[in-house]
């Protein structure tokens, strides 16, 4: 069964202080490997698809990266408004349903 | 402007008190689904329709129903709400075509409690 994982659940930086969010996904034909962003009290808005491996996009503070296990969403010198949980979901050739991670969910301090 | 809409926002009710939550879209898509969304499990697809009149469980369908009798409207009916449906319910939606994923759109969320 498809499954996307993601680590750490929480993370709290500080303002320019750059990290990167991890995503593990198992996906029996990866059609595509999708980053949203969530803020409290709102539905979820889409930022990034990669679709294989080695490819990169970039928009602003945030660079989604992949490999054939893992996707990474990494954070160059934080703002406070970059706070917000950040999901990724998986889709696979096999069927139409996005499988989503837990979300991790950033806190960035002034 | 392009938007999906919920209502209501914020529900509490009781077990067995039969509800509906509804969700509308102006962007003329042929997808559209429902999702709940529980601490430390994601979302969850709970039905989806790919267009008027076709719809499809998706992997929570149980205690769940949905109908498509018009493109813009997907309400989701919960015939006799119980306490393990408690959680926060999104609608979504986008084109039906293979680049549709990237523009799905998500609705603000209704948070259901059942009592």
């Known amino acids: 069964e498809d499954q996307v994982t993601q680590s750490p659940e929480a993370l709290r930086l500080q303002e320019g202080e750059s990290s990167s969010l991890n995503c593990s996904y198992t996906?029996?034909?990866?059609?595509?490997l999708f980053w949203y962003r969530q803020d409290p009290g709102k539905g979820p808005e889409f930022l990034f698809t990669?679709?294989?491996a080695g490819e990169e996009k970039e928009k602003e503070r945030l660079k989604a990266t992949l490999t054939k296990k893992e996707s990474f969403l990494h954070i160059t010198a934080p703002k406070p408004e970059d706070s917000a949980t950040y999901l990724c979901?998986?889709?696979?050739?096999?069927?139409?349903?996005?499988?989503f991670g837990a979300g991790t969910r950033l806190t960035v301090k002034p | 402007e392009a938007q999906v809409t919920q209502n209501p926002r914020y529900l509490i009710t009781v077990t067995g008190k039969k509800l509906t939550v509804t969700c509308s879209q102006n962007?003329?898509?042929?997808?559209m689904s429902w999702y709940r969304q529980d601490p430390g499990l994601g979302l969850r697809q709970i039905y989806y329709?790919?267009?008027?009149?076709?719809?499809d469980k998706g992997d929570v369908p149980e205690g769940y129903k949905v109908s498509r009798k018009e493109k813009r409207n997907f309400p989701l009916i919960l015939e006799s709400p119980s306490p393990n449906q408690t959680s926060l319910y999104f609608c979504?939606?986008?084109?039906?075509?293979?680049?549709?994923?990237?523009?799905?759109?998500f609705g603000p969320g209704t948070r259901l409690t059942v009592l």
């Open positions: 990669l679709y294989s």
């Open positions: 979901a998986s889709l696979s050739y096999n069927n139409n349903d996005m499988r």
């Open positions: 962007m003329n898509h042929e997808y």
């Open positions: 329709s790919m267009n008027v009149e076709v719809t």
């Open positions: 996906v029996s034909g990866l059609r595509g």
């Open positions: 979504a939606s986008r084109t039906g075509t293979p680049r549709g994923y990237n523009e799905q759109f």
